[in-house]
Structures are given as C-alpha cells and as structure tokens.
C-alpha cells in the first residue's frame, strides 16, 4: 500500500508544471517532458523531482538552500 501512495504521489509531481527556457522565454512543461540540457526556473519553495545543477540564484551573495529530504527516502 506504501508502494502505490509513493508511485501516485510521484506521478502527481512528475506532471506538475515547470518553467523552461525555449527560445528566449520561459514557457512551461510537465516535470516529466524536461530533457538533459533544458534550463528550468524556479521560484521560492518550490518543490524540484529532478537532478539539477544550480546555475544562479536571486538571494544576497548567490546563497540558495536545499533540502535534501525526499532523497534521504
């Protein structure tokens, strides 16, 4: 029963929308449709199911906080 909550819950959140940047705009796209390369743009305490590499941050002196807790699991 854990198992079918978690893969439910990760369907959910795969299908939750993005932004992309696609030619010079941000547009949106499904977690699920995001390819090695795509830049995405996310806001504040927004939630991420995908491996990414920072690139910028709008806080004081670039700091940016990451939870780590869905991968503890």
């Known amino acids: 029963m854990e198992d079918l ?3 439910r819950s990760d369907a959910k959140l795969n299908a ?3 932004k992309v940047l696609i030619n010079r705009t941000f547009q949106k796209k499904a977690w699920k449709d995001l390819h090695v390369g795509d830049i ?3 806001e504040n ?3 991420c199911p995908a491996d990414i590499i920072i690139l ?3 806080e004081p002196d670039a700091l940016c906080y990451i939870e780590t807790s ?3 699991g």
Do not use: G, P, W, Y
């Open 45 to 47: 305490l927004e939630l």
């Open 5 to 7: 909550k978690r893969h």
């Open 70 to 72: 869905n991968l503890d």
């Open 16 to 18: 939750s929308a993005v």
């Open 56 to 58: 910028s941050s709008s």
């Open 40 to 42: 995405v743009r996310l």
